[in-house]
């Protein structure tokens, strides 16, 4: 009977322990991962003490800054060439997009797109030095152009009164679809991808990724920070084809997101009465499948990223602070047994439909 | 195997016997549920959240309780819809825009229809719009034909309703309904000729009737023949052409002038009434009944609309649950209902109000009917203990009432239109154990 409690005991004791969360004090609007080179890359805020306007170079498992750049301004979206071989930064205002040359980790160029504010820009897969680009001011947009080695191409489509500001391209490279998350129609148009520019793919689309603010591809497929899933290319027609319930499990809109080929999910970070979580999502339908649940009081998360099955990072605002943090968090066999177990209960045969 | 142990365990757990009733308390969020009579079977859509069933409907052995068979059908289902013969399942979703069939002999999902294909109803001005089905009903004796409300995704602006035939939506829609009173729920009347519409809301209770026409559907007239209203959710059910609804009025829609109000199913008590249904078993009108503690389902008489009984279903208080949003009668004791607390997660209870006397027959009990399909002829040998044959409509309207010796009935049914009937053999000593099958006249 003894050894029995003693075994329990070390059972739950195994389980209950292993998580941990590192907390970096560091002001990052955003933060990408690079696995080629195995480092996280931050944009951090203006009115951080320490690095303020900087992208720095981040161990992705415990945090340690090991390289920054100091910015002519505040940094704003980040996209890494296919090869990740490149970081490109935009700023929150200005023309600018600086490009970093990510294994000597320095700026190498610098496009300047006309006299306009950068919305959101994209890389194309096969040429990492043509970009698309929504341009604008004041956060409303004018136009979505193309830049090759840093000159404008002549074909561009207006933006017309649409808010145009996210951009997400087409697995094979021939469309782009700017998506406008800044009205309640949020509207979705496609693009075809030219050598000398863009040209509108067919009709502007209403309620395409309602209440979406930021969007992202896996394969085809484009999802959203709200949990819509939209097949946006392989038919005239956007069809958006699930919607994962994550709006029952956050209190806030904003969330961090990525699919995540390591766990065949989608994975959210968000925060729940000021809890943190990262929560997973069937890959192929869609289904909930669990939540880790970090020991920090967290009021909205703005980024995440999976650095592999047991290491997360998460950009998110503290509880009644004003200040932005970095999370380094690794899962416990217990977080990973809660997922396993659901998914061997989802493994019975939720498969996608008609399969 | 191992699932298989675990819903045993956890069913297990939450089978409960109180006070000679048997409660299955099913241990997952459902949004909707609907009973196949034919096939013995309980369906029920499960909520996106479940770990094991989220987003599948599944098919339960109402005796057991137990899950037989699941499928994944789409993210967020919202409504299930079976149709009257009860070989398929439609289903519509919370925000994706698809409707989709279920097979329910092969349990596959057998069409896809994208709603996407309206949006030429959106406004000018707007850009063009994917749609939701945010209602609908399927049409009888067609498979293959619904009507549907239709919206903007998470936007509640009417589209339009529309009639969904032959695989495509049909040119001729309802675009506008007068004074904005768009229907929120539908259900067929005069065979599927009209459809009728519902809109509620505190100050106005009002039907639409809608007619089929060759290539779509067409808006008819507005009726507010209830009158009082009260703020409840738009809800109403059909049993040949007589309308009742949440409130327990019952209506005659048979006129086509416009209803006329028959009387009302009185019910003073607490809680709202979404789940009641015209039981043909019963021969009446039943409705939930929630006290402060306990969950009733009271019987009213179908011609005088008293309450003539009540069986108790379970003990709850009421802060544990506010609403019984679906019922679905099983056999003469047996009920299964969608339950929860508010407007929040429903979860199913299958009643056995009285686990020792009624049921269905033992499967070798049961009489041998043939040869079907029939041209007329029809033969049911039997047990001695077998009683009278009914035969009803696919509508569920009883035609014949036949009593035979129980050894062997032949019956002549030349008379009848082709198509499909179902007939039901009642036992001599326990008038509630029956046996129900589906026959087919060429």
């Known amino acids: ?355 | 195997m191992i699932k298989k142990y675990l819903i045993a365990i956890i069913f297990s757990v939450f089978i409960q016997t109180c006070f000679g009733r048997n409660v299955i308390s099913l241990p997952f969020v459902a949004t909707d549920i609907g009973y196949s009579k034919m096939r013995g079977k309980l369906y029920a859509l499960v909520d996106a959240l479940d770990p094991a069933y989220g987003n599948r409907i599944v098919e339960i052995n109402p005796t057991t309780g137990m899950v037989e068979r699941s499928l994944y059908v789409g993210t967020e289902p919202a409504f299930l819809r079976l149709t009257s013969d009860e070989e398929y399942a439609w289903i519509t979703f919370d925000n994706i825009p698809f409707v989709r069939r279920i097979n329910l002999d092969s349990f596959q999902v057998d069409k896809n229809v994208y709603l996407g294909t309206t949006r030429q109803y959106v406004a000018q001005g707007h850009g063009f719009s994917t749609i939701l089905a945010y209602n609908f009903t399927v049409l009888p004796d067609d498979d293959n034909s619904l009507v549907l409300g239709l919206q903007q995704p998470f936007n509640f602006a009417f589209d339009a309703v529309t009639l969904y035939k032959n695989d495509s939506m049909q040119p001729v829609y309802i675009k506008n309904i007068p004074q904005g009173y768009y229907p929120f729920c539908f259900e067929p009347l005069s065979r599927g000729n009209y459809i009728l519409g519902h809109f509620q809301s505190n100050l106005n209770n009002v039907f639409s009737r809608m007619r089929k026409v060759e290539n779509g559907i067409e808006f008819v007239d507005m009726n507010d023949s209830t009158a009082d209203a009260i703020f409840m959710r738009n809800f109403f059910k059909v049993h040949n052409d007589t309308v009742f609804n949440a409130q327990g009025y019952v209506l005659d829609a048979s006129d086509t002038n416009g209803l006329k109000v028959l009387g009302k199913c009185e019910n003073q008590r607490i809680g709202d009434r979404h789940g009641f249904a015209f039981s043909q078993m019963h021969n009446a009108y039943i409705y939930p009944n929630l006290t402060d503690h306990s969950l009733y389902l009271t019987f009213y008489d179908k011609n005088t609309y008293q309450a003539r009984d009540s069986v108790l279903l379970f003990e709850y208080p009421f802060y544990q649950l506010m609403m019984m949003l679906e019922l679905e009668v099983i056999d003469q004791t047996k009920f299964a209902v969608l339950i929860g607390k508010d407007y929040g997660d429903f979860y199913i209870n299958i009643v056995d109000t009285d686990p020792n006397g009624t049921g269905p027959m033992q499967a070798d009990q049961q009489p041998e009917v043939y040869p079907i399909p029939s041209t007329g002829k029809i033969i049911v040998d039997g047990s001695p203990l077998h009683k009278r044959i009914c035969l009803y409509d696919i509508m569920g309207k009883l035609l014949l009432v036949n009593e035979y010796d129980g050894i062997k009935a032949e019956m002549d049914l030349g008379n009848y239109q082709p198509g499909l009937y179902l007939l039901e053999v009642i036992d001599r000593n326990h008038k509630d154990i029956s046996y129900t099958r589906k026959i087919v006249l060429q």
């Not at chain 1, 996210?166 to 469309?175: H, K, Y």
């Not at chain 1, 863009?198 to 896996?218: C, R, T, V």
């Not at chain 1, 047991?310 to 009644?320: A, M, P, Q, T």
Request: glycine share 8%; net charge negative.
């Open chain 1, 1 to 355: 009977m003894m050894h029995k409690t003693l075994l329990l005991s070390l059972l739950l004791i195994h389980l209950c322990v292993g998580a941990q969360t590192i907390k970096i004090d560091i002001d990052a609007y955003r933060m990408i991962y690079s696995p080629e080179h195995h480092k996280a890359y931050a944009a951090v805020e203006s009115q951080d003490p320490q690095y303020p306007n900087s992208i720095l170079q981040l161990n992705p498992l415990n945090g340690t800054v090991e390289k920054h750049i100091a910015l002519n301004g505040t940094p704003f979206i980040l996209r890494q060439t296919a090869d990740e071989e490149y970081l490109y930064v935009s700023y929150q205002q200005g023309p600018a997009i600086t490009k970093i040359e990510l294994a000597g980790f320095t700026a190498v160029n610098e496009l300047t797109a006309g006299n306009s504010s950068i919305l959101d820009f994209a890389v194309t897969a096969d040429d990492d030095n043509t970009l698309l680009v929504i341009r604008g001011d004041q956060g409303y947009p004018d136009d979505i152009v193309m830049y090759k080695n840093g000159v404008l191409q002549p074909k561009q489509v207006s933006a017309g009164f649409e808010y145009y500001s996210a951009l997400s391209i087409r697995n094979n490279g021939s469309q782009v679809y700017a998506h406008d998350r800044c009205t309640s129609g949020s509207e979705g148009l496609l693009l075809n991808i030219l050598n000398d520019g863009l040209e509108a793919h067919g009709k502007i689309w209403d309620y395409q990724m309602p209440g979406s603010s930021f969007i992202k591809n896996h394969g085809d497929l484009l999802y959203d920070d709200s949990g819509n899933v939209l097949d946006a290319f392989s038919d005239s027609i956007p069809k958006l084809v699930a919607r994962m319930p994550l709006y029952r499990i956050t209190d806030e809109h904003r969330t961090g997101f990525e699919y995540s080929n390591i766990h065949g999910s989608y994975v959210y970070g968000h925060a729940l009465n000021y809890k943190c979580y990262i929560s997973f999502f069937h890959g192929e339908n869609y289904n909930y499948m669990g939540s880790f649940k970090l020991d920090k009081e967290i009021e909205i998360v703005y980024d995440l990223a999976v650095v592999d099955a047991d290491h997360f990072i998460l950009v998110g605002l503290h509880y009644s602070g004003e200040n932005k943090c970095l999370l380094f968090y690794t899962s416990s066999s217990k977080d990973r047994l809660v997922l396993d177990t659901k998914a061997s209960l989802l493994k019975a045969g939720n498969r996608k439909w008609g399969d």
